[in-house]
């Protein structure tokens, strides 16, 4: 499989094709121990880089870090919220938290102002986060284009630890924007291994599967940061981990994206409005009701059962329910979206009642 540029992946079919191509491990082995916790129960987290370092700090009551970036230039969907769900997952986990607003890459690949950026990522995302249950306490957050002066001494000696042609074989061709965002890109996920933060730690990246190149160059940039000696100082730092999840699907099949408002529903959305949407998403249904009360339907290929699957079922009987009474062609497309719009109406209007005081709570952070 060739390699993916992680600014314009598009639809990823074959998770295991993944593991074998580019050196991921299968999650399995953990799956039995974290159980509780949906997204890997349900095989939603498929896949890790070196997850057994912080399995081995939680087992020996060590410091480790949880590192995450926010993309801000677009509306919070329920997409991002699987990614807010693993940050709040490892915080309970007792990870140190940081979260990186990647206004920076905002403004070179997607000429966001930062001012829009900003607002963006209050508004959108911190709001969101803490209505979720994300907590202040033990959480960093910062904005690539304002933070301290290490950070930016990290991203400037990663630049010597890695050529132009290997940036080349791993994104394609490179611009200047991309290649200032990549150096960004590793001193995020590096630096909370600066002495400034407490040293060298095991630090876990969540992320989905496209963003593996970043995963891959940081790992080797660590390992030659640990080779080297730069103004006569060490910079020693662990090559971090990484869990990867599958993509959420749009709600029109193909990919979930910002751009298109079709294809999602966002967590600030009226909830009338999301309703609307999932009566006209794509479901794994056939043409005809006769036709599907004989073959029965296909839900692996369905949007709504997916929204059910990642967030708004949590029993996992009543999925299975759902599930095998599709596929018997007992459950019929109309019934399986009122019961979907139901549970996501049901979630919004309670979320949302959380959005005005986590807003107050982004404002003083920021």
């Known amino acids: 499989m060739k390699d993916f540029d992680p600014w314009s992946v598009g639809e990823i079919k074959d998770y295991g094709k993944l593991i074998e191509d580019f050196g991921m491990e299968s999650f399995e082995a953990f799956r039995q121990r974290f159980d509780s916790f949906r997204y890997i129960r349900r095989g939603i987290i498929f896949g890790h880089r070196d997850f057994g370092k912080i399995v081995e700090a939680l087992d020996k009551g060590k410091p480790f870090a949880m590192m995450t970036g926010l993309m801000p230039s677009g509306r919070f969907h329920m997409g991002h919220k699987m990614v807010a769900d ?35 990522a209050l508004t959108e995302y911190l709001s969101n986060y803490f209505a979720l249950g994300l907590k202040k306490r033990g959480m960093r957050f910062w904005f690539q284009s304002d933070y301290v002066p290490e950070y930016y001494k990290l991203r400037d000696i990663s630049s010597k630890r890695v050529t132009l042609n290997e940036l080349q074989s791993i994104y394609g061709d490179m611009t200047t924007g991309k ?5 960004s890109q590793v001193a995020d996920i590096l630096h909370p291994q600066l002495e400034l933060f407490g040293g060298p730690k095991p630090v876990v990246v969540p992320v989905g599967a496209d963003q593996d190149p970043h995963i891959r160059l940081t790992r080797d940039i660590a390992s030659r940061l640990n080779a080297k000696r730069d103004s006569g100082r060490d910079m020693k730092c662990i090559p971090p981990s990484a869990t990867y999840h599958k993509f959420m699907s749009g709600l029109q099949g193909g990919k979930m994206s910002s751009s298109d408002p079709k294809s999602y529903v966002a967590l600030s959305e009226e909830p009338k409005s999301a309703r609307k949407k999932i009566m006209s998403a794509m479901t794994g249904g056939r043409t005809t009701v006769e036709d599907q009360k004989e073959r029965g339907g296909e839900p692996e ?12 079922m949590d029993d996992d009987l ?10 018997e062609g007992k459950l019929l497309c109309g019934e399986c979206k009122g019961i979907c719009a139901e549970l996501l109406e049901r979630f919004l209007l ?9 807003r107050k709570k982004a404002e003083k952070l920021l």
């Open 179 to 183: 290649l200032v965002s990549v150096l």
């Open 86 to 120: 693993e940050i709040i997952w490892f915080q309970q986990m007792g990870a140190e938290t940081y979260i990186c607003a990647a206004d920076m890459e905002s403004y070179l690949m997607r000429d966001v102002s930062f001012e829009d950026a900003r607002k963006t």
């Open 350 to 358: 309670k979320h949302q009642k959380k959005l005005p005081s986590a």
């Open 301 to 312: 290929k369905c949007m709504v059962y997916e929204l059910l699957l990642y967030h708004l």
């Open 318 to 327: 009543e999925l299975s329910r759902v599930y095998h009474e599709c596929r």
